[in-house]
């Protein structure tokens, strides 16, 4: 308990909070009009290509991001390996059904996995009939997946569990409401004494006739006996692409049109310590197979259902290229470079599981498992921000060599700055992280201003507002993000790729906010900052042209213009994108000149993002608070005038004609 020096502290400082957000709430409200000029010069002599995979998508295993969230497996916890590999251990979340009376449940390590040796033994002690007679519905264990389990009627649902017993079985499978006493939908499993003396593997299908979105999985019997169950899943047949994906989180993800997604991902890639790293070998092959690992940086047990396999598989479902981060060194250790060659060895046989062909070695396994042609791994980021660690630099140099020696086209990313890049220390990418308040970030617009336009390019693979008016997601927030985006694009010439992070929270396991998309098992929406992102989709690969903003007295506005085409209306675009970071008004004067071809009379639109007060958030209660709002814009033309809202993203899309407009 804070003494009291500490607690006047303490509450000064939730004082001054709280008069921020009222601030900020109220300063809306008083709003003095302004006028000012944008020129955009769409001329091609100054316009420049934006990098084809300019913005993408990170995603770290943060938040339970994708266990419980996008990847769509409902059993936590599915091969009982959580509990660590010495027995009995706890089962968690899965709970016992009957008293020490009935049944006694426990773990051994009698698994037919060899890399997951733990299965759960269950001693039934009651019977239909005798003396000990089980109770009604009889007993055994129920799995409440990650935190309820969604159930929709009508859907059809994978069950797939491992059985042995030297006794016959009578197996009740069912799924039901969170309380047991609803059934949703039910299989029962039966064999004779000899059937299952083996471990035999079960699969069937359950289809529920009701929706519930708060249910379990119960496996129980009324027959005296010993039985052990292992590797038990319960997986949605309509997944995204027929990939495992919770369809509508990725159908979030396919919305933003990434041109690359980074994975696996920051601190849990590399692990607190080196034995909870994210090792990629052990994460492919047959998921029953895989040895699940305990997620210490931020807490919680994956079974490594989203392995490499999986991570690479999106590069089909969503057309991006793929960008994996690797590490000689955790959060509190590193290994040194006389003893790295293990590791350097490993990277480079998970490049040859991703691209090596069929008939090598690790090309083989990704072949077995479906994919018999190599998926798109153009990029690898060696390390985490990890340049200030004693061994970081020996290191890259060894991995960078022997990744070049087998596989030079591939462009290695360097977590040192650019001032270390050198013809010795070679590179052709380096890591920027930003994280900063919402006035600094927007401050951040012109952060690469300066930076010497020779080299390798900076891949800004981690970026958001935090701090106090970040809250879960906010307006304020999102503008502050859309001002640094501005920036890059301004800066494309040297800065080739961008990316938010955390991508995804589930709302009862917040290890971080704010976030992109917020879910449970259920519910989904997007935050303002996912919102915002949809402004600069048509970004990348599209051309650029040079602003010029000239307001008085008045620096919270910037501006960006591209032209972009639609493939699907085969239409092209003059994009002009401003975002208003103050709470005034503005009345601006927009100029084009130079543009090859003429604005059609019909056809723009406005869109614009913003709302009441600058702290909204969205939430599952209003998930449509703060959304772009898109309007006709009848009087576009080369010279026209706009009104800017206070706090607001606004998007100006000036369809253009065909026959005379080129992109660079």
């Excluded at 590791?343 to 480079?348: E, G, N, P, S």
Aim: contains cysteine; neutral net charge.
């Amino acid at each position: 308990m804070a003494g009291p020096r500490e607690g006047a502290v303490y509450w000064l400082h939730r004082a001054l909070v709280v008069l921020c957000a009222l601030c900020w709430t109220s300063s809306v409200r008083f709003v003095v009009g302004q006028t000012g000029q944008l020129s955009v010069d769409a001329s091609p002599q100054t316009a420049r290509k934006i990098p084809d995979k300019m913005f993408g998508i990170f995603f770290e295993e943060i938040n339970h991001a994708g266990a419980g969230g996008l990847w769509a497996e409902l059993v936590s916890n599915r091969g009982f390996e959580a509990g660590g590999p010495n027995t009995p251990s706890n089962i968690d979340p899965w709970f016992i059904i009957g008293n020490e009376s009935s049944i006694i449940v426990g773990t051994d390590r009698t698994s037919c996995f060899e890399r997951n040796p733990v299965a759960l033994r269950m001693e039934v002690l009651c019977d239909s009939k005798g003396t000990n007679v089980c109770p009604s519905g009889g007993v055994g264990v129920y799995n409440p997946g990650y935190w309820g389990m969604n159930i929709e009627r009508r859907k059809s649902y994978k069950v797939s569990l491992h059985i042995r017993s030297s006794d016959a079985v009578s197996l009740f499978v069912s799924l039901r409401s969170s309380d047991g006493l609803q059934k949703l939908a039910s299989h029962t499993i039966t064999g004779g004494k000899k059937q299952f003396t083996n471990w035999t593997k079960i699969e069937f299908h359950l289809k529920s006739s009701i929706n519930n979105t708060n249910s379990r999985l119960q496996l129980t019997t009324t027959k005296t006996g010993v039985l052990w169950l292992d590797q038990v899943s319960v997986m949605p047949s309509d997944t995204y692409m027929g990939h495992g994906f919770r369809k509508d989180l990725a159908s979030m993800l396919a919305d933003l049109k990434p041109q690359f997604l980074k994975f696996p991902g920051g601190n849990y890639a590399m692990g607190n310590y080196l034995r909870n790293a994210f090792q990629w070998g052990e994460t492919v092959g047959p998921w029953e197979e895989r040895s699940g690992h305990f997620n210490d940086a931020w807490g919680y047990w994956t079974d490594d259902g989203l392995g490499f396999f999986e991570f690479l598989q999106p590069s089909l479902d969503l057309c991006y290229e793929m960008l994996s981060n690797i590490a000689g060194a955790s959060a509190n250790e590193e290994v040194s470079t006389a003893r790295i060659a293990s590791l350097v060895k490993d990277v480079v046989d998970g490049i040859e599981f991703a691209r090596g062909g069929p008939k090598t070695t690790w090309g083989s396994v990704r072949a077995a498992m479906g994919h018999p042609q190599p998926f798109k791994l153009d990029y690898v980021s060696i390390g985490n921000q990890e340049c200030w660690m004693l061994y970081y630099r020996g290191n890259y140099q060894k991995f960078y060599s022997a990744i070049k020696a087998s596989y030079p086209d591939i462009n290695i990313v360097s977590s040192c700055d650019k001032s270390t890049i050198s013809p010795s220390n070679p590179a052709d990418l380096y890591d920027v992280h930003v994280y900063a308040s919402s006035a600094n970030m927007f401050s951040r617009t012109s952060m690469f201003d300066n930076t010497p336009r020779s080299g390798p390019k900076a891949i800004v693979s981690e970026y958001a507002v935090t701090g106090n008016d970040a809250g879960k997601g906010t307006l304020v927030a999102a503008l502050a993000e859309a001002a640094f985006l501005v920036g890059l694009e301004k800066n494309s010439d040297v800065v080739e790729m961008a990316s938010c992070a955390p991508l995804f929270v589930n709302d009862n396991d917040r290890r971080w906010s704010p976030d992109a998309i917020v879910f449970n098992s259920w519910q989904h929406y997007g935050c303002p900052n996912y919102w915002m992102l949809h402004f600069f989709k048509d970004s990348s690969g599209s051309t650029f042209h040079p602003t010029a903003m000239q307001i008085s007295n008045y620096d919270q506005m910037v501006a960006s213009a591209i032209t972009w085409q639609n493939p699907k209306e085969k239409s092209t675009y003059l994009k002009i994108k401003v975002v208003n970071f103050g709470n005034k008004g503005v009345d601006l004067n927009i100029t084009i000149a130079g543009l090859g071809s003429s604005i059609k009379s019909s056809g723009s639109k406005k869109t614009v993002l913003t709302s009441a007060a600058p702290l909204d958030e969205n939430s599952f209660q209003q998930p449509e608070k703060v959304t772009p709002v898109s309007s006709s814009l009848a009087d576009a033309k080369q010279q026209m005038g706009v009104s800017v809202s206070p706090y607001s993203l606004t998007s100006f899309d000036l369809l253009l004609e065909q026959s005379k407009h080129s992109t660079v």
